[in-house]
Nanobody, 130 residues
Framework: QLQLVESGGGLVQPGGSLRLSCAASGFTLENYAIGWFRQAPGKEREGVSC????????NYAYFVKGRFTISRDSAKNTVYLQMNSLKPEDTAVYYCAADLYPYVNVYDRKCRDSRGWDYWGKGTLVTVSS
């Protein structure tokens, strides 16, 4: 069974850090672009960041640029989202998604759109509060 499982969420104070993980089971992430999306209560799901299948190209939404870093570890079949300088407005359920995206580079039109991704995890909750 093909699955993506997110982990690493939790409660953190403003200014703190968390590292989210997206692990795959039943398939290798080697040929997949991976995206991180989030959904806050009462809001639509929005694209946060994504990384190409090779890891050579990354993309960030303007509201996380400079604070979040996406990376991938092929040996562990896992993609990470390092989140620093967290703000209360970062509070959301964070989802990872995988897509057999055949292009070298990832762009806004791919990374901001939740449609067209093949597999989704069930999400991990991040709460930023004092």
């Amino acid at each position: 069974q093909l699955q993506l499982v997110e982990s690493g969420g939790g409660l953190v104070q403003p200014g703190g850090s968390l590292r989210l993980s997206c692990a795959a089971s039943g398939f290798t992430l080697e040929n997949y672009a991976i995206g991180w999306f989030r959904q806050a209560p009462g809001k639509e799901r929005e694209g946060v960041s994504c990384i190409s299948s090779t890891g050579s190209s990354t993309n960030y939404a303007y509201f996380v640029k400079g604070r979040f870093t996406i990376s991938r570890d092929s040996a562990k079949n896992t993609v990470y989202l390092q989140m620093n300088s967290l703000k209360p407005e970062d509070t959301a359920v964070y989802y990872c998604a995988a897509d057999l995206y055949p292009y070298v580079n990832v762009y806004d039109r791919k990374c901001r759109d939740s449609r067209g991704w093949d597999y989704w995890g069930k999400g991990t909750l991040v709460t930023v509060s004092s």
